[in-house]
């Protein structure tokens, strides 16, 4: 069973400003559909070091304060070019900050509050009550991948870390929130390899 809630297709907004995040919670596969605003960012972070940048030649001991004391007097250095040398340490997992816009047009509950519901439990483990292992010793469930369509631009499988909204936002007359909006940070499992950055642009 799909079940797709939020903003609607017939409201004249492009899809590309639009973001599409996608989970199967129990056992129905649910689509949250949102408006983008201008604060939607993707960030790539290779982390490099310089391991040298203490160093100097002849860095022991009193040798170390004989070089010091050195460079004190004669403003000359033992440090080289090859202390500014970077060392690559890897590369992490692309991060995704994502500030969308709910707004009910004729039905408050599926239009706002339950795309909050249902990215809550997005983000959500479930886990055993007392024992790790259940009694059909499968155990608790760490929070799924959830599939972000972008903008039509950039589709990826991502783990959701934060999802907050404002609790006081305008209500209607039923109690439902009139419109909200909600900062998602997401991120996939790994990063992401140079020949497979092209996979996940649609251009």
Known sequence: ????????NDDGISEYNKCRITQNIAGAEVTVVAYMTEE?????????ESPFEGDSVGDV????KTASLAQSVNEKT??????????WQGNEPPE???TLRFHAYTNAKTEVDDPIKYLSQMISPELE????????GIGGRIPADAAFNIG?????LMRISEVSFDVNAP????????????????????????SQVPNIFKF
């Open 171 to 194: 209500k209607t007359n039923q109690g439902h929130y009139a419109y909200n909006t909600v900062t998602i940070t997401a991120a996939p499992k790994t990063m992401i390899n140079k």
């Open 1 to 8: 069973m799909a079940v797709v809630v939020g903003v609607p």
């Open 40 to 48: 939607c960012q993707l960030a790539f972070r290779a982390l490099w």
């Open 96 to 98: 995704l900050n994502l």
């Open 78 to 87: 033992s440090k080289t070019v090859l202390n500014s040398q970077q060392v």
């Open 152 to 156: 039509r631009k950039l589709q990826l």
């Open 61 to 64: 001991g009193a040798i170390s």
């Open 129 to 136: 009550e007392l024992v790790p292992i259940s009694s059909d």
